[in-house]
């Protein structure tokens, strides 16, 4: 049996979301008004189906136990033992994924008039729930609108918009999330203490930093971690969960101290194609600037680090979760060295029939105004160079292919292209992203030029690209 499985909760305080534990607490304590139907929704391996059991044992058990601000199951009955072993017959756990026609729920509702064989309730559990078909679905509705008092239902999805709202709406929702670090750690924990294994201080952190809100991820990992000797130390840790499965953080490190851009931006995209996450990518890479931030403080050091920062807070709001970190590791490597080259003549001049080029006034409001809607399209703007105004037709170039595809993405550029409409007093504005060769102040600035602290605020930026 897995560790997962093995330790898996079997109460409502062994759950280890802190939220879902409330939620479920005041749901239960509605005893004999509970809900006759669920929906829980959240990420992956954040203990849905081991809540849903947990609930179908409380519902169905011969003696639930009242505690201090709740009722648990007691885990002793014939009931409790046989769903959490998945073998009662009143717990019916359905895999939606396989099981989504309309002829399996038409035998789920030919099935569900007959009385529970041995417990009070027949409590359904349905994975996946967003799966089922669009017609399986309406058969289903059916029988939400007037199921049977014996009835329970647990819809369990990571995907809740793809049910027809009329289903959602006749689901009482228990919404979990990602685990914190210190949720995360919960599971590990108990199983460290019940497989009495030997683990260094801050293996769990980097686990917890890893598993990107996946508490079953994070065991996993633990797991992976076992055979791999008697004690399990940091350095096994990071080298197996940071380095040689996705990514080498070291060398990663060196290549962004020796300002490599491409292969930098390279090394992220292979990381997160092969299934790495941003935010763990960060974290390793703050842990190993720390050590050189503390061997040798130097203001480049101490701005990369703070940027990272920067890039980790602003990851919630991107789409794209890699994008804060390459648009921090750009600025650091690129942008700051057009910054420290003043009075660049960065604006075309031709102006011909209707063309006109873009003023740098109107340039820095769009920055601005896009700031305030979205911080991560600022940056991504701020790396680019606006060209002409032609018609309702805005073109800017970018230096990066990547970066122009950014640009390009539905989500961006209407966002963009609604800013510009309002800047400029254009009806129904377009975007023309050109790619153009990096100036040659990207690549040839000095490097002395490099260790000046620059003032990052964004108007101060136009400014000195500009000119004032
Ligand atoms: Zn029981």
């Known amino acids: 049996m897995t560790l997962y499985l093995k330790y898996r909760p079997q109460t409502i305080d062994e759950l280890d979301l802190e939220s879902v534990r409330s939620q479920l607490k005041s749901l239960v304590s509605l005893q004999d008004k509970l809900p006759h139907a669920f929906l829980f929704a959240g990420p992956r391996g954040t203990g849905k189906t081991s809540a849903a059991r947990i609930l179908a044992k409380i519902v169905n058990c011969e003696k639930p136990v009242k505690t201090k601000d709740g009722i648990e199951p007691c885990n002793k009955c014939a009931q409790c033992k046989a769903i959490s072993e998945g073998r009662s017959m009143d717990v019916i756990e359905l895999d939606t994924a396989s099981n989504r026609g309309i002829d399996d729920i038409r035998v789920l509702r030919e099935n569900i008039n007959l009385v529970p064989t041995s417990s009070s309730k027949k409590i359904y559990i349905m994975d996946e729930a967003h799966m089922l078909t669009v017609e399986a679905a309406n058969a289903f509705l059916k029988t939400l609108e007037e199921p049977p008092s014996h009835a329970i239902f647990i819809l369990a999805t990571t995907d809740p918009e793809k049910l027809p709202i009329t289903v959602r709406s006749r689901l009482t929702t228990v919404q979990f999330q990602k685990a914190t670090a210190e949720e995360v750690a919960r599971p590990l924990a108990r199983i460290i203490k019940g497989e009495g294994l030997d683990v260094e201080d801050g293996v769990v952190e980097i686990i917890a930093a890893c598993a990107d809100g996946s508490l079953r991820d994070a065991v996993k990992m633990l797991e992976s971690l076992v055979p791999a000797g008697d004690k399990i ?222 003032e990052t605020d964004i108007i101060k930026a136009a400014e000195e690209i500009f000119g004032e």
């Open 233 to 454: 130390t940091k350095k096994t840790a990071e080298d197996m969960l940071l380095s040689t499965n996705l990514i080498n953080v070291e060398k990663l490190l060196e290549s962004i101290m020796a300002r490599n851009l491409e292969p930098v931006l390279i090394e992220i995209q292979k990381f997160i194609a092969s299934g790495g996450s941003a935010r763990s990518l960060i974290d390793a890479l703050q842990a190993l600037l720390r050590d050189k931030l503390l061997a040798d403080p130097t203001p480049e050091t101490i701005k990369l680090m703070k940027q990272l920062f920067e890039a980790r807070a602003n990851i919630a709001k991107s789409f794209a979760e890699e994008l804060p970190l390459e648009l921090a590791l750009i600025e650091w490597i690129g942008v700051e060295k057009v910054q420290s080259k003043k009075k660049a003549p960065l604006l075309d001049s031709f102006a011909s029939n209707g063309v006109t080029n873009v003023d740098p006034e109107a340039w820095t409001r769009i920055l601005t105004e896009t700031r305030s809607r979205n911080v991560s399209l600022e940056a991504l703007l701020r790396t680019a160079r606006p060209l002409t105004v032609d018609g309702n037709t805005l073109s800017v170039a970018v230096y990066y292919r990547f970066h122009k595809e950014r640009l390009e993405a539905e989500q961006y550029r209407r966002m963009f292209e609604g800013v510009v409409g309002e800047v400029l007093g254009l009806a129904s504005p377009r975007i023309i992203c050109t790619l153009e060769d990096p100036p040659t102040s990207i690549k040839e600035a000095p490097p002395a030029s490099l260790t000046q602290t620059q």
